[in-house]
C-alpha cells in the first residue's frame, strides 16, 4: 500500500498533526508529552517568527491511518546571516517503516527544492531555542522538556535516505555536593575584585521583563558564533519574554555586569517541569498548569538551560562565575541535581565547568545533513 502525504492547511488538521505522538509514544516511559496548545501556537500563522520565515507541514497517512508527520522550514533571517539557502525540517516522526520516512522527508526536500534551497538539515526548531537534535543515545532515561524523544530507528532510517552527520550535542547529569565548594567561592571572589564585576538578579516584574530583554541581547551576542545560530527578531524576543518569563524563579537568573554596567555574561536555570508535564498529558487545563506551579516551586532537580559569556570575557572566568553564582542559588533551594540542556559538543568553554563535579554524560543527539 502506497504512502499518502497531505499538506495540513486547517486548525483540525494542525491539531491532528500535533497530537499524533501522543498514540506513537504511548507506552514509551521516557517520552515527555509536550503542551498542546503551545505547539500549536508555534505552528500558527500568529507565531511572529513567520514575519521572516516559511513552513509547509505534512503528514503521512497508510491505509487511512496517520503514521508521520513532519515540518520543512526555511528561516529568511538564518539565510541572510550564513549567506547559504539552508532549509530546514523538524517535527518529525514516523512508525517503523522506511517508506513512510522516505515519503515524509522527500517531500520536504522536494518543496525546499522549488523555494531555491541547496540543502536540507534537521531535526531543528526555527531557532536555537527550538528542540533540536535527533537523539542518539540514551534511549532509556528521561531527559528535559525542551529536548526531541525519538525512537532508536529513527537515525538509520535518515542515514537510509543519504543524511550525514551536521552538528552533534551532549546531555549532562550533574550532581551537586551539599555546599558550594570552596574552590569557586574563592574564584568568584577573586574575579569580581579583578575585573570589577559585579552579579545581579532581578528583584520583581519590572524587573524581570527588562531582564528578560538583556538576556537576548547576551543571547545573541554570545552565541553568534556556534554552529547552528539563527538570528532572532525583536518582536519574537518579545514575544518570547512575554510568554515564558513569568515561569523564571528571580533567584536562578543570574546576569553577570563589568566595571562599565555592561551585562557580559548569563545563565538561566529552570526547576525540572518533566515530571509535571507527564502528568499534564499535554494539557494546561485543568490541572496541567497547577503541576507546572507546584513543579516551579517544590523540586529536587533542576534544569540548566542556558549559559552565556561574550567571546573577550570566555579567558578571564565570567563561565566559572555564572556557574558558581547558580551553583548557590539552586544548593540553597534544595536542589541536588541537574539535567543540563543539550550542549554543544565542541563547546569546551561550558564542557569544562563540571570537571570537579560528580557527573555524565547520559545522552546524545545530532542533527543530519544532505545536500539537495
Known amino acids: 500500500m502506497s504512502i499518502e502525504i497531505r499538506e495540513v492547511k486547517t486548525n483540525k488538521e494542525l491539531k491532528q498533526f500535533v497530537k499524533f505522538p501522543f498514540d506513537l509514544y504511548n507506552g514509551a516511559p521516557h517520552w515527555i508529552p509536550p503542551i498542546i496548545q503551545t505547539e500549536i501556537a508555534i505552528l500558527s500563522s500568529k507565531n511572529p517568527v513567520f514575519e521572516h520565515s516559511q513552513a509547509v507541514i505534512y503528514t503521512a497517512w497508510k491505509n487511512g491511518k496517520l503514521v508521520g508527520r513532519i515540518v520543512g522550514m526555511i528561516n529568511q533571517l538564518e539565510i541572510d546571516f550564513i549567506n547559504k539557502k539552508h532549509a530546514r525540517f523538524g517535527w ?109 538578579q532581578p528583584k520583581n516584574k519590572a524587573e524581570m521583563l527588562k531582564t528578560g530583554k538583556q538576556l537576548f541581547g547576551l543571547l545573541m551576542d554570545t552565541y ?63 490541572f496541567g498548569l497547577f503541576h507546572m506551579l507546584a513543579a516551579r516551586r517544590w523540586n529536587d532537580t533542576v534544569d540548566l ?23 548557590n542559588a539552586v544548593i540553597k533551594a534544595g536542589m541536588f541535581r541537574t539535567h543540563i540542556n543539550p550542549m554543544l559538543e565542541s563547546n569546551i568553554h561550558v564542557l569544562s565547568l563540571w570537571k570537579d563535579f560528580d557527573h555524565r554524560i547520559y545522552k546524545r543527539r545530532k542533527s543530519f545533513k544532505k545536500v539537495l
Open 92 to 200: 518529525i516522526d514516523f512508525v517503523d517503516d522506511k517508506n513512510v520516512s522516505s515519503a515524509l522527508i522527500t517531500s520536504v526536500e522536494k518543496w525546499a527544492r522549488g523555494q531555491g534551497m541547496t540543502l536540507l538539515k534537521g531535526p531543528y526548531g526555527f531557532n536555537q531555542l527550538g528542540k533540536n537534535g535527533m537523539l542518539t543515545e540514551g534511549f532509556d532515561s528521561t531527559g528535559t522538556v525542551n529536548t526531541i524523544y525519538n525512537y532508536e530507528y529513527y537515525p538509520a532510517h535518515l542515514k537510509e535516505l543519504g543524511y550525514v552527520p551536521d552538528l552533534e550535542w551532549v546531555e549532562i547529569l550533574l550532581q551537586f555536593p551539599d555546599k558550594t565548594p570552596e574552590r569557586f567561592l574563592r574564584f568568584t571572589e577573586i574575579a569580581k575584585k579583578r575585573y570589577k564585576l559585579t552579579i545581579r
Open 305 to 327: 538551560a542556558l549559559v552565556g559569556v561574550k567571546e573577550e570575557w570566555r579567558k578571564k572566568g565570567a563561565h566559572g562565575l555564572v556557574f558558581a553564582e547558580s551553583l
Open 224 to 286: 553568534k558564533g556556534l554552529p547552528g545560530f539563527v538570528p532572532i527578531s525583536e518582536k519574537q524576543q518579545n514575544d518570547y519574554i512575554n510568554k515564558y518569563i513569568k515561569f523564571l524563579r528571580k533567584d536562578f537568573i543570574t546576569i553577570v555586569f563589568d566595571k562599565n554596567e555592561e551585562p557580559i555574561a548569563f545563565g538561566v536555570s529552570i526547576p525540572s517541569m518533566t515530571k509535571a508535564y507527564k502528568k499534564a498529558n499535554g494539557k494546561l487545563f485543568p
